[in-house]
């Protein structure tokens, strides 16, 4: 059951921006908090960004001052508006929605889905 569908990757230049959306099926989006994660290759999926039930949000360090998650309650989606990006963010993005907030952070619960590849060129 596809519950969290990803869009909006692609390739842009250095420093340019990307947006990317999440939808979200109506149960799934009252879950506690939803995130996005991305993979590089090579390396584990990590935590990017959530934004919780009550619109409270997180950013890992590295892409602090960069990204905004966001969340549009009528349409049901979940955004990830990415400015300045760096051929480190070259990865594919993934969004997934949790019960809990140790579960949200810990990039490694439920299903995944085939996500979305943002590729970064320098």
């Known amino acids: 059951q596809v519950q969290l569908v990803e869009s909006g990757g692609g390739l842009v230049q250095a420093g340019g921006s990307l947006r990317l959306s999440c939808a979200v099926s109506?149960?799934?989006?009252?879950?506690?908090?939803i995130g996005w994660y991305r993979q590089a290759p090579g390396k584990q999926r990590e935590v990017v960004a959530y934004?919780?039930?009550?619109?409270?949000?997180n950013y890992t360090d590295s892409v602090k001052g960069r990204f905004t998650i966001s969340r549009d309650n009528a349409k049901n989606t979940v955004l990830l508006q990415m400015n300045r990006l760096k051929p480190e963010d070259t990865a594919v993005y993934y969004c997934?929605?949790?019960?809990?907030?140790?579960?949200?952070?810990?990039?490694?619960?439920?299903?995944w889905g085939q996500g979305t590849q943002v590729t970064v060129s320098s």
């Open positions: 997934n929605a949790a019960f809990s907030l140790l579960q949200v952070v810990s990039a490694d619960f439920g299903s």
């Open positions: 109506e149960s799934t989006f009252s879950r506690s908090a």
């Open positions: 934004i919780t039930s009550d619109d409270i949000t």
